[in-house]
């Protein structure tokens, strides 16, 4: 009787199985192609993102060289980083955008360097790292011309973070501008003293020490 009861058990699992499957098969199997189908666009995705960043990093390569080059135009260089920005992803896009701008400025383009680094500073869609680069190198470069109290002021959210020694070099030059000695001579004997100082910042910040008679 036992095995009876069995047949008969497995017989209702089956027949509630078909129309189970009669019912939601379709649906299943859609679900199963349409994760398929996202697994496989993923993946297609990260090769393409792949493809993409080789491609911008072999123009950028090369465009770099070219600008290195004995003789090389400046201005031109400075417009060929400028076009790959425009199509770059977010990380080359930064990159030469900020190349673009110190060839600008090597080439006498400060108000067009000025422009660029201020676009890299305000643009919230890159990594903090780009942006406050970008408003250092606007700080140090617009010193000639801008407003030392102003541009004190635009760099001191940065005094503490990754490039708290260029942002401390610049507020001694302000300060320097400003007539402020004795501020000038503790901000650049803090960057001689401090471990954590590159060596070209100390090595600049001793010289500018020893012009001031610190």
Same mark, same amino acid.
């Given at each position: ?8 058990? &497995?017989?209702? %699992?089956?027949? %509630? ?6 019912? +939601?098969?379709?649906?299943? #199997? ?26 911008? #990093?072999?123009? +950028? ?8 080059? *004995? ?13 790959? =920005?425009?199509?770059? *992803? *977010?990380? +080359? %896009?930064?990159? =030469?955008?900020? /190349?673009?701008?110190?060839? /600008? ?6 108000? !067009? ?5 201020? $676009?890299? =500073? ?7 790292? +780009? ?7 606007? !700080? ?19 005094? &503490?973070?990754?490039? /708290? ?8 030059? =302000?300060?320097? @501008? %400003?007539?402020?000695? $004795? &501020?000038? @001579? ?8 401090? *471990? ?7 090595? /600049? ?10």
């Amino acid at each position: 009787m036992a095995d009876i009861f069995d047949e008969v058990e &497995e017989d209702l %699992r089956a027949e %509630r199985m078909k129309r189970l499957m009669a019912r +939601y098969g379709g649906l299943l #199997a859609g679900l199963m192609l349409l994760a398929v189908a996202c697994v496989g666009g993923w993946q297609g995705w990260r090769w393409w993102q792949a493809h993409q960043a080789a491609q911008t #990093a072999e123009v +950028y390569m090369a465009a770099n060289k070219s600008a290195a080059e *004995p003789g090389a135009d400046g201005r031109a260089a400075a417009d060929r980083f400028a076009a790959l =920005a425009a199509e770059a *992803p *977010p990380g +080359y %896009r930064s990159l =030469a955008r900020l /190349r673009a701008a110190a060839l /600008r400025a090597e080439a006498g383009d400060r108000a !067009g360097a000025l422009a660029l680094w201020e $676009e890299v =500073a305000r643009d919230g869609s890159i990594d903090p790292l +780009y942006r406050d680069l970008g408003t250092v190198m606007w !700080g140090l470069h617009s010193l000639d011309a801008g407003d030392p109290a102003a541009i004190e002021g635009r760099l001191a959210p940065l005094a &503490e973070g990754p490039w /708290r020694a260029s942002v401390q070099e610049i507020r001694a030059l =302000a300060a320097m @501008k %400003r007539g402020a000695t $004795e &501020e000038a @001579k503790q901000l650049l004997t803090g960057l001689t003293t401090a *471990p954590a100082t590159p060596q070209g910042v100390r090595d /600049r910040a001793g010289k500018l020490l020893a012009e001031i008679g610190g």
